[in-house]
């Protein structure tokens, strides 16, 4: 069994857990910053202590939530950096790895933004859905060239990231409609662009994303709006290379129905008939989306597992095997 965790690194995972901490690139680097603290904070005895540390610390930070590769990506990028023969040696070493994450992170995000901002046009109508920063970065790129965007921000139930959109784009100065996310259809014969981030990108080119992104993409494509997802490369989800399918999260279903309304819902019936099932994120496949938009620059859904093979090629097992 691995050894306990530090508790900044148990609160950390708290938060992933309960959303305090949300969206794949947040997500990641707040994982990076969490095996930084273990390291520095590690009292370990010896090297094979040290390790055993940063192992279990990851692990507590991958069983959050299983949706976002980014995470994984993350754990393993820093674990996969941690050398040394000497406790101090592998303490320095794991603390530049994740520092070193933190920033690629962060250039990688304003990298794909700039590239991102080259298919928005002067004038060009956005809808959103959901929260991400990598989407937010193409918009913000296309405001610093003096673009004018205007975006249709959906709501996303049941959480409403579509607020954190909002609140960010009018920081931007860009004005916004917030709609229900039954109102995307009807709004989306005002829209140039559908625009989104991503948890995981498959070998396939599938997308997984926000629920609700799957019934957006196809709409979009019913009425001709291209649909563009800003996805850093840490979306790319090595393991379905070789098949293995995204788990999608089932959250609570507190976050849909409170206690009160449920018993309302089930009346005089015993409820056990009800369920109500709260899954985080879909699967859009590649046919409805345009581009992926990467730091590396922007794919066909179709060929993204190009990329994957160049990035990933030699990556297997969990992020924590030794
Ligand atoms: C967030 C979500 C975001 C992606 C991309 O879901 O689906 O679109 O994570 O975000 P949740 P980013 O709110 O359940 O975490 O571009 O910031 O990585």
Known sequence: SLPAVDPDVAATAADIAEMEIR????????AAEALAKQAERSEAA????????LRAA???????????????????????GMSGETVSELRASTIARAEEFQVDLAQAQSKLGEIGSNRLRDGDVVMTHCHSTDALSCLEAAVEDGKEIEAIVKETRPRKQGHITARQLR?????VTLVVDNAARRYLDRADHVLVGADSIAA???????????????????????????AQTIKLHPDTMTG??????MRAEREVVSDEERADIAGEQSDDGLTVENPAFDVTPPRYVDAIVTER??????????LMRELFGETTGEPWAP
């Open 46 to 53: 010896s090297p094979k202590e040290f390790r055993r540390q």
């Open 297 to 306: 620059g922007q794919f066909p859904p179709e060929s993204i597992v190009i």
């Open 171 to 175: 920081e931007l100065g860009v004005p």
């Open 23 to 30: 969206g794949a690139a947040t997500i990641a680097d707040a």
């Open 244 to 249: 293995h399918t995204v788990e999608i999260e």
């Open 204 to 230: 396939d080119g599938s997308v997984i994303n926000k629920v609700g992104t799957s019934g957006l993409a196809v709409n979009a494509r019913e009425r001709g709006v291209p649909v563009m997802v800003a």
């Open 58 to 80: 990851a692990k507590t930070l991958y069983e959050t939530r299983p949706t976002a590769v980014s995470l994984p990506n993350a754990l393993r990028y820093v674990l996969r």
